[in-house]
C-alpha cells in the first residue's frame, strides 16, 4: 500500500494446520475424509460472525506474509507453528490479496493445546476439508482453495 492509496485493503495470510501427527513427508494420496484440520469459528466482534474458516489475518508493514500466518495462529489459538509453504492465493471479498499456506505443529500431540482469543474466536474445532466443503457456515472465499486441495489442483504438501 503507498501512502496515497490508504484505503485499499490490507493483504492477509492464512494457514492450514493439519491434526498431529500429520506425516508432511509422506508421499502417498491424502485421505481428506479423514485429515482433520484446525478452523475457527469467528467471534461476534469482526467481520463474517460466526463463519468458520482457518486462522489468518492481515499483514502487518515489515513483515512477510509466511510471518503473519504464524502470528495470527499465535494471536487467535495460541499455537505456534512452522509455516512449510505457500499453497495458493486468492482475494478477500474486499479485493486484498490472500496468502495461503500449508503449516505444521511443532509437537506430534494430536490434542495440542488450543487458546483461543475470545475478541476473535468464538470456538475451535478439528474438522476435515470434505466436511468444511459441506458446511454453510463455511466462509465462501475459502471454498475455492480447499476444494482446490480435495481436487487435486493445490498440493498441500
Not at 502417498?28 to 469482526?46: A, E, H, N
Not at 505443529?105 to 476439508?129: F, G, H, I, K, M
Request: net charge negative; charged share 25%; proline share 10%.
Amino acid at each position: 500500500m503507498t501512502s496515497e492509496d490508504k484505503s485499499a485493503p490490507r493483504p492477509g495470510a492464512v494457514a492450514i494446520l493439519p491434526r498431529p501427527p500429520f506425516d508432511w513427508r509422506g508421499t502417498g494420496p491424502i485421505d481428506f475424509t479423514r485429515m482433520q484440520t484446525l478452523v475457527i469459528r469467528r467471534s461476534q466482534f469482526v467481520a463474517a460472525p460466526g463463519a468458520l474458516c482457518f486462522p489468518g489475518g492481515g499483514i502487518e508493514p515489515g513483515e512477510t506474509a509466511a510471518q503473519a500466518a504464524r502470528r495470527e495462529f499465535r494471536e487467535e489459538v495460541g499455537l505456534d507453528v512452522a509455516v512449510t509453504r505457500l499453497l495458493a492465493e486468492n482475494r478477500t471479498p474486499s479485493g486484498a490479496p490472500l496468502y495461503w499456506f500449508a503449516a505444521r505443529a511443532l509437537s506430534d500431540d494430536p490434542n495440542p493445546r488450543v487458546t483461543v482469543q475470545p475478541a476473535e474466536v468464538a470456538e475451535y474445532q478439528w474438522r476435515t476439508l470434505v466436511e468444511l466443503l459441506d458446511d454453510p457456515d463455511f466462509l465462501p472465499n475459502n471454498h475455492e482453495i480447499v476444494r482446490g486441495i480435495v481436487e487435486g489442483r493445490i498440493a498441500l504438501r
